[in-house]
């Protein structure tokens, strides 16, 4: 899906020279270039690399990753290629102590896709060539320089003399081993985890779902896990080695067939290995930089921060700071929002990586633990917690990336009063509301939008986030309520005034053909809408390009405050172009 740049006057910046240099080519740069090329801000890619990944690496994509892709064109593409895992157990001694079922989640894609890295890479690639940007391989960064809020790069091509860049903000995609990270004097506090892995790829036969990925775990022998890569039985294969690696590799147990199948015996499950490839031995850490931000310069996804890959967080972590990221260049850019938002940057996302790697070390602690009665807590109180139904609905949420919220901050604003508050929780209980009250800072869940024509495809609420912020004025009323009117004057006033902001009445209406062409008007006879975001007559909730709710309450006065002061948007009441669209069966 194609999505149009805001129009504005933006900076110039000197020939050659970037508005943004994105170093590193792996998911994560490409998918923060797709996102800058789509809102048409002037970039450059660079890849020390002669060309993409050719390993497996990272295989899972959650639900809230392909979301992101769904803004940037590729989530079809990429579930037609890949293979959904529908659930993911962790057994002992044959019973499941945890099971996380990812066919449970309130969201566009209820899955964990299986697409290896390099798939990925393509899609990725290909969607940056319909952009018409192309990566820059074997480029290497070599120098950077970092004055107040002027950055210096030197740059040296495989072919060419250096190059010399003065970008107006850099991006470091560059990974675990990150020059940027080192050029700017950052630390990566941490430690490695004192165990090693086997890692291959593998046909393999047990007696799991074929849309099933699992840990088997053993009382002193270390884990093993499998994760389905496709239809055909085959599978990512991870196994924690029960003793230590001898330092010199001669002395190190070959990566034999063989020796992968000796190594799965005695979990509890029977599995036949074949057609082995891709093996590796591999050591894990957890490490984190203090700032992800350091002027011009911003990190995200391996070169802020690495963790145990159990759970594949990491690679879906960088896709949400590059999308974090992203939509807050584009509105500096394009002088829709004040250079200050560019700070909520690592305010709201170094928290996030904190938790991520936080919750993948407790994941790790209680799959890898050895102790015999430690084990056996795990194994017996384990299995009660986690079979209560609120348990159930929370995990799957935990691992899918859905879960992860803002705290209320200088840019996130919940104007609720305590008790309104609690009022809107309480009614996530009743049986005609759905989910739990969303809240400022936290995602804006999807729901699916009443379609006038019978037969007319899905629309989706999701798909109109990313075209700017988005404020849904919840009337409560249907179309002949004499307060309707006034709902409509707040939200044209606030279009108006805030060219980044596309404003919807939500009303009880079947049709649109009486209503007036600007505000623009959400459908909801059914009142859909109204029940999964909770929402009393007159709620207004404002959200961000990224999804996630700026402002909540019910005072007008409230919004127009944060607006002007927490924000970060400009405000320009002259007229400016606009290419923000409602979807065709649900405005007028």
Request: negative net charge.
């Amino acid at each position: 899906m194609s999505r149009q740049p805001f129009a504005t006057e933006t900076p110039t910046r000197p020939t050659g020279a970037p508005t943004v240099l994105i170093v590193g080519a792996g998911p994560i740069g490409m998918t923060l270039a797709i996102l800058l090329a789509q809102q048409g801000i002037p970039l450059r890619i660079i890849e020390k690399n002669a060309g993409p990944s050719t390993a497996t690496k990272a295989i899972a994509i959650h639900s809230r990753t392909l979301e992101i892709f769904r803004a940037m064109g590729v989530a079809e593409q990429a579930v037609a290629q890949g293979f959904a895992i529908n659930q993911f157990s962790v057994q002992s001694d044959g019973s499941r102590i945890l099971n996380y079922d990812f066919a449970q989640l309130q969201a566009p894609y209820p899955m964990l896709l299986s697409l290896p890295q390099p798939q990925t890479e393509a899609i990725l690639l290909e969607r940056l060539g319909t952009l018409s940007i192309t990566v820059e391989w074997n480029t290497e960064l070599t120098d950077l320089q970092v004055d107040g809020d002027q950055a210096t790069v030197t740059l040296q091509p495989a072919e060419g003399p250096q190059q010399i860049l003065r970008p107006r903000w850099v991006a470091a995609a560059d990974g675990a081993r990150s020059p940027i990270r080192k050029h700017l004097g950052l630390t990566f506090e941490g430690e490695f985890y004192d165990r090693f892995f086997m890692l291959a790829d593998a046909d393999i036969q047990w007696d799991g779902s074929q849309d099933e990925g699992a840990f088997f775990l053993g009382d002193t022998q270390g884990y093993v896990a499998v994760a389905p890569i496709n239809a055909q039985s085959r599978y990512r294969l991870f196994i924690e080695m029960p003793y230590d690696l001898p330092a010199d590799e001669a002395d190190r147990p070959p990566l034999t067939l063989e020796n992968f199948q000796r190594l799965c015996e005695g979990r509890g499950q029977k599995m036949t290995l074949s057609n082995l490839s891709s093996t590796t031995i591999a050591s894990f850490q957890h490490r984190r930089v203090q700032q992800m931000q350091k002027g011009p310069v911003f990190l995200v996804g391996d070169s802020a921060h690495i963790g145990s890959p159990i759970g594949g967080q990491w690679m879906n972590l960088g896709v949400s700071e590059a999308y974090n990221l992203a939509w807050k260049l584009a509105f500096v850019h394009q002088g829709l929002a004040d250079a200050a938002l560019l700070d909520s940057y690592h305010e709201e996302r170094y928290p996030v990586a904190l938790e991520v790697e936080n919750t993948a070390h407790r994941l790790t602690t209680l799959i890898t633990v050895q102790k015999r009665p430690l084990v056996w807590l795990r194994d017996h109180l384990l299995p009660l917690i986690t079979r209560r139904r609120a348990v159930q609905r929370v995990l799957p949420s935990m691992i899918s990336g859905h879960q992860y919220h803002y705290r209320p901050s200088e840019h996130i604003q919940q104007s609720l009063e305590p008790r309104q508050r609690n009022r809107w929780a309480r009614k996530g209980h009743a049986g005609e509301y759905h989910g739990r009250a969303p809240l400022a800072g936290h995602l804006a869940p999807d729901v699916t939008l009443w379609q006038p024509n019978p037969g007319a495809p899905e629309q989706h609420l999701i798909d109109l986030f990313d075209k700017g912020f988005t404020l849904l004025v919840f009337t409560g009323e249907d179309q002949f309520s004499p307060l309707l009117p006034g709902y409509r004057d707040l939200a044209a006033r606030i279009e108006r005034d805030y060219p980044a902001v596309q404003a919807f009445c939500v009303v009880d209406a079947l049709d649109t053909r009486d209503f007036p062409a600007h505000p623009r008007t959400l459908l909801d006879p059914d009142w859909r809408l109204h029940k999964r975001y909770h929402a009393p007559a007159g709620s207004l909730m404002l959200v961000r390009p990224d999804g996630y709710i700026a402002f909540q309450g019910l005072q007008p006065m409230a919004l127009e405050s944060y607006l002007q002061l927490r924000s970060g948007l400009v405000r320009q009441p002259l007229p400016v172009s606009r290419t923000l669209h409602a979807p065709e069966p649900a405005t007028a």
